[in-house]
C-alpha cells in the first residue's frame, strides 16, 4: 500500500537547524511533484515547499526563502526539508505530500512535530 513517511522532527534551539526525510512506497515515486506543509497549533495547513518529479523545479513560501531547501533523491524514493535558522514560528507538525495532478492522485504522510524552542 502506498506510504510517506515523514523523519528528522524534534527539539531544536532558535537559530538552529534541521533535515527532515519522507520517504514514499507504493507507489511511483519518481513521476509525483512533492511537497512539504506544515500545521502549527490553531493554524491551518500551509505549504512549505515544493519540487517538480524531477527535481528541476522547486518552489517556496516567502517566509521560508532562503532558510529551507527542499531536494529529492529518486533512487531513494525519498524527499527531503533541510531547515535552517529556525525561529519559534516554525514550530508545527511537517507533512510531506505526493502530487500526480495528471491522474488526480494525491498521498499525505502522517507528520514529524518540529518544535523550536529554548
Known amino acids: 500500500q502506498v506510504q510517506l513517511v515523514e523523519s528528522g522532527g524534534g527539539l531544536v534551539q532558535p537559530g538552529g537547524s534541521l533535515r527532515l526525510a519522507c520517504a514514499g512506497s507504493?507507489?511511483?515515486?519518481?513521476?509525483?511533484?512533492m511537497s512539504w506543509y506544515r500545521q502549527a497549533p490553531g493554524k491551518e495547513r500551509e505549504l512549505v515547499a515544493s519540487?517538480?518529479?524531477?527535481?528541476?523545479?522547486?518552489n517556496y513560501a516567502d517566509s521560508m526563502k532562503g532558510r529551507f531547501t527542499i531536494s529529492r533523491d529518486n533512487a531513494k524514493n525519498t524527499v527531503y526539508l533541510q531547515m535552517n535558522s529556525l525561529n519559534p514560528e516554525d514550530t508545527a507538525v511537517y507533512f510531506c505530500k505526493a502530487d500526480l495532478r495528471a491522474y488526480g492522485r494525491t498521498y499525505w504522510g502522517k507528520g514529524t512535530l518540529v518544535t523550536v524552542s529554548s
Open positions: 519540487i517538480s518529479s524531477a527535481g528541476g523545479v522547486t
Open positions: 507504493g507507489f511511483s515515486f519518481s513521476i509525483y511533484a
